[in-house]
């Protein structure tokens, strides 16, 4: 029988309120402790999608709180307003 990692899915978007965002990085630490990889998914909306600093700061505030329990990679989506963390244990 094959073991298959298992892997969360998170959704976020870009005006997420900090209370909000605290609680799901402890969601995200609790599931990296049990050793189940996330996907971060962190979506723009309507006129966001032009101001990319938005966009880059957010994902820089999101890997600073991360990268102290988990290693991040970033993946480019193709799609505009959308981007892609992928987060693992260390």
């Given at each position: 029988m094959i073991k298959r990692k298992k892997q969360k899915l998170v959704i976020v978007n870009t005006r997420i309120f900090s209370n909000d965002l605290n609680n799901t990085i402890k969601k995200i630490k609790k599931?990296?402790?049990?050793g189940i990889n996330v996907k971060i998914i962190i979506k723009q909306r309507g006129r966001e999608?032009?101001?990319k600093d938005i966009l880059e700061n957010?994902?820089?505030k999101v890997k600073e709180l991360i990268k102290v329990f988990a290693k991040v990679e970033r993946k480019q989506s193709k799609t505009p307003g959308l981007n892609l963390l992928l987060v693992s244990c260390l």
């Open positions: 599931w990296i402790k049990k999608i032009e101001k957010f994902v820089i």
